[in-house]
């Protein structure tokens, strides 16, 4: 199972959990991101897993993207939907910049994997 249905399922289920009771929110959110981070690949940065989510749960929510956070769990564990392709422009604008951020700290042929996605979204600054 790719990574990103194991995501969208945990998102749907917290989503479903903050309707029935919103003052669950931090606990939810907590565990959510807990899940994010243990599904990333432990060659990802903790600070860089964090800032990922933080970035893509409000767009998760507004824009009604509840494979966001999959997807990008797929990208980062090499193994990004080339045919789906359902990172947005401004999606790849964002992941060019946070992983420039995090370049040092990344395992080269992640890096490359990325950057060669990012360059062929015409995403690089």
Not at 2 to 19: D, F, G, I, N
Not at 85 to 104: E, G, H, K, R
Request: glycine share 4%.
């Amino acid at each position: 199972m790719y990574p990103s249905k194991k995501m969208t399922a945990a998102v749907l289920k917290a989503r479903k959990e903050l309707q029935r009771n919103p003052e669950s929110e931090p606990e939810t959110l907590g565990n959510l991101q807990q899940q994010f981070l243990r599904t990333l690949p432990r060659s990802v940065p903790p600070g860089l897993g964090d800032e990922l989510f933080a970035w893509a749960w409000p767009r998760t929510l507004d824009q009604n993207r509840n494979d966001l956070l999959g997807d990008l769990c797929d990208l980062f564990s090499m193994d990004y939907d080339e045919q789906a392709d359902p990172l947005t422009p401004d999606d790849w604008a964002y992941i060019s910049d946070i992983v420039s951020d995090f370049d040092q700290d990344l395992e080269l042929s992640l890096l490359q994997y990325i950057m060669i996605r990012v360059v062929d979204h015409g995403a690089l600054d």
